[in-house]
């Protein structure tokens, strides 16, 4: 945590913040410059991450199924703080309903639009994720609970 001074009533006081950053890399396959061609590259890879885990992209593993001897994996979105929180790294697990989460995604297009629309979308899934971890450091008491209680009595919480 990083602490600035922010005053209310002209006395200075100092508030935790929250300090972060991600960078990506977007690459795309030399044959975006010139189409057409059968299929488009694109890799998009957390290359650098503070107060933030790398792993963000989700991706769904399809478990073994007749006439295939390996398992399949398929991006899925960009992950919510919740899916940060929930989805394993790397190894999907039944209890995660055989989603995981990984810092690259690495795609094929057929056109240099759709591949143009994919990066437009997962750069944007980016920023909003950010943007959520980001409002939920920012906490307000909601309430205080307390309890009292006497152990010379039987039940005597109140």
């Known amino acids: 945590m990083v602490t600035e001074a922010r005053s209310y009533d002209g006395t200075e006081y100092p508030v935790e913040t929250y300090a972060g950053s991600l960078q990506v890399t977007v690459d795309v396959s030399n044959n975006v410059d010139d189409p057409p061609s059968m299929a488009y590259r694109l890799r998009i890879a957390v290359t650098s991450s503070l107060n933030v885990d790398s792993s963000i992209f989700v991706f769904e593993s399809l478990p073994d199924a007749a006439g295939r001897s390996t398992s399949l994996s398929r991006f899925v979105t960009v ?80």
């Open 79 to 158: 992950a919510t703080p919740a899916n940060m929180q929930e989805l394993p790294l790397a190894e999907p697990s039944v209890d995660s309903e055989y989603y995981y989460r990984s810092d690259s995604v690495d795609l094929y297009y057929r056109t240099v639009a759709a591949i143009e629309r994919a990066r437009d979308e997962i750069l944007r899934r980016i920023n909003l994720l950010l943007e959520n971890i980001e409002a939920l450091t920012s906490m307000r008491s909601q309430m205080v609970v307390n309890w009292d209680f006497d152990t010379d009595e039987g039940s005597s919480v109140v």
